[in-house]
Structure formats: structure tokens, C-alpha cells
């Protein structure tokens, strides 16, 4: 990303031994690894972005050791992190009232300060009412306790009415809103929680490493525009291809 960006700014001086028909000029494999060496980029700062995905992904245990062997400090206890992973992993498995009281336990502020979460858990749970054919007891908990906030706010009806919808098809197929029921919904539901737990305690509700990697994309793109060179197209194993000349 940072040498895709230092040859944005600077393209008009690299030598290159012949422009494209298209006037673009070519950054041959040698050039671009001397540019590539040329960046500095410290320890330190690859650390905390190794650290920052851990934690923000919930990866404790790994947190932990890479805590010992780097020296990297988290910027959270890393005990929140087993805490958190326990509401999502409720969530995800459809224990929504085992998570809201994990919530409750974690922060009671959470929930109080955030009424769309609140909202989408309960949402969820009604959906898990209905997953598991308590057609009675969903309605009951829709008119009860979903209804009221419908009425305060058009965009929670919206959500209610979808989930309603239900159960008015026998076959859950024929049904536009299905996907409510899918496992996808539960994941939803578990990375809003998720990002919301990570805000209450003052750390990024996303890991850095995917941004980092949309930018790179993104500098990738404009200098196509511009230059041949040697291109990253396997992200996983980020390695340099040359250009098709």
C-alpha cells in the first residue's frame, strides 16, 4: 500500500525502459523491490495491528501468546475478550436472552444507550420463537414487547411486520423475508453486538487489517491507471506478479 502510494505521487520520475501503447509507463520488477526496500516500516507498528485484529476478532488465547513473545500490549483486559466471545457465541447459537443478561453483566449501559441493539436482539429472539414453532408464545412476545417500540420508531414496524411475516407461510421458502431464519441473521445479530461491546470499551468496532487491505485495493486501482508493475492479485499470498507488457 505505501509503495503503491509513494509511485502514485512520484510516477513521473521513475526511469522506465519503454512506455505502453496506451502511454503508460512500465515499473519493472527490479525498480519496484528497490522502492519496496526503500519503505520503512517499523516492528512495532506491524505488532499492534497483529494485536489489534486479535483482540477485536476475539482471538484471546492467540492474543495472549502473542502478547508474551512480541512484548505488544492490548489496549483492553483481555479477560473482556473471553466475556465478549461468550455473548456472541449466544447469540450465534440462539440463547438471545442468555446474551442479554451477558450484556447486562459485561455493561448495563450498553443497551440503555444503544435501543436499536436492544431492539435487534429482541428481534432475534421472536425469530427463535419462531424457529422453534412457539407460534403462541411469539406472537405474545410480539404484541408485548415488540409492538410498543414499532410504534415509536417506523423502521423498528418495518423490521416487526418482516418478522411477522413468518408466520403467515407454512412454507418458510415462499416467504420474501426467509432469510430471517437463516444463520446469516444470527451473525448479523452477533456483530452488532459484538461491535457494540468493543465501543463501550473505547476500542475500534473493526480490526485494521481489512481497511488497510480495501486501501491497497484501492491504490492498486488508481495506478493501473497510470503504470504497469508488478501487481499483488493473490492477497493471501501477497505475491508480486509482473506485467502483462
Known sequence: MFLSRIVLRD??????????????????????????RDVKIRKEDMNRLVMNFLVTEGFVDAADKFRIESGTQPDVDLTTITDRMEVKRAVQSGNVQEAI??????????????????????????????????INEALEFAQEELAPRGEENIAFLEEIEKTVALLVFEDIKNCPYGELL???????????????????????????????????????????EKAAYPRI?????ATLEDPAI
Not at 521513475?14 to 520488477?29: G, Y
Open 101 to 134: 443478561e451477558k450484556i447486562n453483566d459485561l455493561n448495563p449501559t450498553i443497551l440503555d444507550t444503544n435501543p436499536q441493539l436492544y431492539f435487534h436482539l429482541q428481534q432475534q429472539k421472536l425469530i427463535e420463537l419462531i424457529r422453534a414453532g412457539k
Open 182 to 224: 437463516d444463520v446469516s441473521q444470527r451473525l448479523k445479530t452477533a456483530s452488532e453486538v459484538n461491535a457494540a461491546i468493543l465501543t463501550s470499551q473505547s476500542h475500534e468496532k473493526d480490526p485494521k487489517l481489512p481497511s488497510i487491505l480495501k486501501m491497497l485495493i484501492w491504490t492498486q486501482n488508481q495506478l493501473d
Open 11 to 36: 510516477l513521473d520520475s521513475v526511469d522506465s525502459p519503454a512506455p505502453m501503447a496506451s502511454s503508460k509507463k512500465v515499473v519493472t520488477r527490479d525498480e519496484w523491490e528497490r522502492k519496496l
Open 233 to 237: 492479485n493473490n492477497f493471501a499470498t
